[in-house]
């Protein structure tokens, strides 16, 4: 079941995400630091949307520009290193563009951090000089979870978040 196959609209997502980030926003004003805005952008994804199962940051390592590193998260064990094109992930970090994958399964290479990822959405996160930072990724137990709302949604809060 998709999360637009229940009683919600596609503007009643719009208007959840809408208000979610003035929430998000405002929990985050004055916060210069990096990891604490993941984990509170996580933290309050995740509480937002029963469909979504898992949501977390994969951030670019340092040491290894090709190279996507665990960060904060809500959910199951994640993966904790990624290499740019591998997956989801790292088609979002390698390509720098939002993916939507309807079902994982039929995904070519897609990595299993958790049997029960159905759908993922993954967007990339630059900062404010449009380097790439790390990518948002949400997974859901669902096929077909996340549409072209998500994408908009997701990418223009970590832009507003990140950049």
């Known amino acids: 079941m998709s999360y637009l196959a229940?009683?919600?609209r596609p503007?009643?997502?719009a208007a959840r995400y809408a208000e979610l980030e003035d929430e998000i926003l405002a929990v985050?004003?004055?916060?210069p630091n990096r990891v604490a805005r993941m984990a509170t952008v996580a933290s309050m994804l995740a509480d937002a949307f029963p469909v979504f199962f898992w949501t977390g940051f994969y951030v670019v390592d340092p040491d290894k520009a090709d190279e996507l590193v665990?960060?904060?998260?809500?959910?199951?064990?994640?993966?904790?290193?990624?290499?740019?094109g591998r997956g989801v992930c790292g088609a979002a970090a390698r390509d720098r563009a939002t993916q939507i994958v309807d079902d994982?399964?039929?995904?070519?290479?897609?990595i299993?951090?958790?049997a029960r990822s159905a759908s993922e959405i993954v967007v990339p996160v630059f900062d404010a000089d449009g380097g790439l930072i790390a990518v948002f990724d949400v997974d859901a137990t669902e096929t077909s979870a996340f549409d072209a709302a998500d994408a908009y949604a997701l990418e223009r809060l970590m832009a507003r978040v990140f950049a």
Not at 70 to 84: D, K
Not at 104 to 110: D, N
């Open 6 to 8: 229940r009683d919600d």
């Open 70 to 84: 665990v960060g904060p998260y809500q959910g199951t064990l994640g993966c904790l290193r990624i290499a740019f």
């Open 28 to 31: 985050l004003d004055g916060e």
């Open 104 to 110: 994982v399964h039929a995904f070519p290479g897609h």
């Open 11 to 13: 503007a009643d997502k």
């Open 112 to 114: 299993a951090c958790d």
